[in-house]
């Protein structure tokens, strides 16, 4: 709380600028608080001094809150007592405002330019029903975090304006995923963060957006994730592990010999399998409704049909738990198999790729395979086989003449 400025009367202003009515007052108390009240500015009217002179006379009334500050917080209870009470009291303010609003101009101003933007983006990401939703959660915890680590903005990290939020605060936020993470993610978390500030611009919640001019550029011709090679692929497949989910062995073995992604693996349904042709046919949730590439077939030989098997055409072939516990369970079978990677699910995809390109596949296939509707997509696993290729010559012994 800023600085008190006493008037005479043991009061001062808490927050309220000039025009905005009310205003949120304190007034000072004998017995060590502060007691809080809203001034109401009535207008004014034309009076008449004793001397005869006319001037001016302020109208104002207040509203007592019943609500209480210590005027010199000693105890951690004390100051969250102190911290509480005046976002309760500031609550009351604007509604008082919004009141006065109505019954002058005949609307409100929308609320939440006022509320917290946590609660907000909570909430935004409740309602939200896309398949990225889990990131833009994780865009918020990631967020919170470094507000509560930054000495400037630890006291954001719980109740924040909208209008707190500042580009210098976006831009330092980038910086910290930058620092906190490797390869795309950091890219893919702020996009996540930028997608759901752009909604509330959209919803008038915040009047500027500040992530615009911000970014964080990656190389989307590199590829930055850990690949699997054959060999590690049939060390992986030789490697038991004990209680495993055996649906998340067969699931994960079939995205390395198919390269589909976790989001369309845990949908496949026996109706997806051609039994007759041999082949898998299925839609990209990632591009569905939005790319005419979403369709995607791949022929199955005769290893993928045993992985596959047979069921009702409406059941699912891989029943699969949540994302996080697949990605557990892989982490784990990756290091029972001695493979010093960080490999994640999608790791799967960019190994295929990676692994039929080696072996003599054109890159228009490739794609095909993959769903790209653009080669550009694929490019960057041309440029991955030919560093391994390089890092293959590399490692023969130094030639020496």
């Known amino acids: ?13 808490i927050e309220g600028n000039t ?3 009310p205003k949120l007052m304190g007034q000072s108390l004998s017995d060590g608080r502060d007691s809080l009240y809203l001034e109401f500015y009535l207008g004014y009217e034309v009076a008449e001094s004793k001397n ?3 001037y001016k006379k302020v109208n104002r009334s207040t509203e007592r809150l019943g609500l ?6 000693r105890t951690p209870l004390e100051r969250l007592h102190n911290k509480e009470t005046l976002e309760i009291a500031k609550r009351i303010r604007f509604e008082r405002g919004q009141e006065l609003l109505e019954r002058a101009e005949g609307y ?41 680590g930054s000495n400037k903005y630890s006291h954001l990290a719980t109740t924040m304006r909208p209008d707190q939020l500042t580009k210098e605060m976006v831009q330092a936020f980038t910086d910290f995923l930058q620092h906190r993470f490797n390869g795309e993610t950091p890219h893919t978390l702020y996009a996540r963060f930028k997608k759901v500030i752009k909604a509330a611009v959209d919803a008038d919640v915040i009047r500027k957006n500040p992530c615009h001019g911000v970014s964080i550029k990656i190389d989307k011709n590199k590829l930055t994730k850990d690949i699997l ?15 495993e989910n ?22 496949l349904t026996f109706a997806n399998v051609d039994y007759a042709n041999r082949v898998l046919r299925f839609e990209q949730n990632k591009t569905k409704g939005h790319s005419s590439a979403s369709g995607v077939v791949i022929p199955l030989n005769d290893g993928l049909l045993r992985l596959v098997g047979t069921g009702e055409r409406g059941a699912l ?65 041309t440029r991955a086989v030919d560093s391994l290729k390089e890092a293959a010559i590399n490692s023969l012994p130094e030639l020496e003449l």
């Open 68 to 73: 209480y500050l210590w005027q010199a917080p």
């Open 19 to 21: 025009g905005d009515n």
């Open 317 to 381: 072939i891989f029943p699969l738990p949540s994302h996080t516990m697949c990605l557990k369970a892989l982490r784990h079978w990756v290091r029972r198999a001695g493979i010093d990677k960080h490999i994640t699910w999608h790791c799967a995809r960019h190994s295929f790729a990676t692994n039929i390109l080696s072996n003599g596949a054109n890159i228009k296939t490739v794609a095909s395979l993959l769903g790209h509707s653009d080669l550009r997509h694929t490019e960057k696993y």
């Open 246 to 267: 055996p649906n998340i062995r067969r699931a994960f073995i079939f995205c390395l010999y198919c390269g589909l992604r976790w989001c369309d693996v845990k949908d």
């Open 229 to 243: 090679s054959l060999d590690e692929i049939r060390t992986l497949i030789a490697t038991p592990v004990e209680r």
């Open 52 to 54: 005869g002179k006319t």
């Open 108 to 148: 409100r101003l929308k609320k939440d330019r006022v509320i917290n933007l946590h609660t907000w983006y909570d909430d935004f990401v409740e309602s939200y029903t896309k398949s990225d939703k889990n990131k833009l959660r994780r865009a918020h915890e990631l967020f919170v975090e470094y507000l509560s």
């Open 1 to 13: 709380m800023a600085k008190k400025n006493y008037r005479g009367n043991n009061t001062y202003l």
